[in-house]
């Protein structure tokens, strides 16, 4: 125990740590994400084919083309808001769920905790644990693994277009692209 509270957490041991709450649950949380990833690739291809809407009716005058893409542009947002109903029907089904392993293991924790430990702790700090902790505990696998793992997936696929559309500007962006991460990563850890 002593030694446990002396480990600083980083992200592989405190993956390892919330993975034993994940157990019954992964299919959940893997379905999670793949809606998340779907809507991210979504949300990058509607505007994509919004511009090329532009470009037919403005540039080629081809009507016909356009409407064939308004069609698609209109499926695609008729996915995204399905998509998104989806996705947070599963998120607050996680969310319930594993905050509810966490607070039950919590809570177990402090009822088995000695009697001097409990006497010197303020009631405040217990509370705290068991109601915003867990909580922060999804936050992570969210914010940290689930936004981090898009994230990089969609830049990669957004470089990759940029390529297609125009080699300096994909140069241009290999360059910003790792900076900005840089700056992101050097700056979030002081914030």
Known sequence: MKKQQNDKLNIISSVKFLGKYLKGHRIQFFAFYIGWFLDSIATIIAPIIFGLMINQIVYYKNVDLFFRL?????????FKCILYFLVNQIYAYNWVM???KIKRDVFTSILNADAQYLSNANTGDLISTVQWYSSESMNFIIYNIIH?????????FCTVYIFI????????MLIAVPIAVFISLKFGKKI
Request: no cysteine; hydrophobic share 70%; charged share 0%.
């Open 70 to 78: 308004a069609l698609v542009y209109l499926v695609v947002m008729l």
């Open 98 to 100: 594993f905050n509810l």
């Open 165 to 172: 559309i125009n080699l300096y500007i994909g140069l241009l």
């Open 148 to 156: 981090n793992i898009n994230g990089v997936l969609i830049v990669i």
